[in-house]
């Protein structure tokens, strides 16, 4: 049985730091892309980064290049998220995500969130002072 499961969110005042886990099982995660993705009350879910030991692609949407850094531990079947100089916004749940038939970014961001079959329950963050 596939299951992904976040951790790490919380509140963190802003200009602070947070990394996010999302650990797999019941598949092996460095054979698809790995996608996270954001969603505050009323708004779409928008992809914020993505990485793939496939072909070693990484990809960062452009509101958070620079600051936040995904990566993965292929010992823990585990994807990272490290955000820093986060910005105040609404609280949104991040999630991550998987399908077995992205394998590597460009797969996983050609249909966003609508082409992905696996997903955490996500881990809220809150970034507010």
């Known amino acids: 049985q596939v299951r992904l499961v976040e951790s790490g969110g919380g509140l963190v005042q802003p200009g602070g730091s947070l990394r996010l886990s999302c650990a797999a099982s019941?598949?092996?995660?460095?054979?698809?892309?790995i996608l996270w993705f954001r969603q505050a009350p009323g708004k779409e879910r928008e992809v914020v980064s993505c990485?793939?030991?496939?072909?070693?692609?990484?990809f960062d949407a452009d509101s958070v290049a620079g600051r936040f850094t995904i990566s993965g531990d292929n010992a823990k079947n585990t994807v990272y998220l490290q955000m820093t100089s986060l910005e105040p916004e609404a609280p949104a749940f991040y999630y991550c995500?998987?399908?077995?038939?992205?394998?590597?970014?460009?797969?996983?961001?050609?249909?966003?969130?609508?082409?992905?079959?696996?997903w955490g329950e996500g881990t809220l963050v809150t970034v507010s002072s």
């Open positions: 990485i793939s030991s496939v072909d070693g692609s990484t």
């Open positions: 995500s998987a399908d077995p038939s992205k394998f590597t970014c460009y797969d996983g961001l050609e249909y966003g969130a609508y082409g992905m079959e696996y």
């Open positions: 019941g598949f092996t995660l460095d054979k698809y892309a």
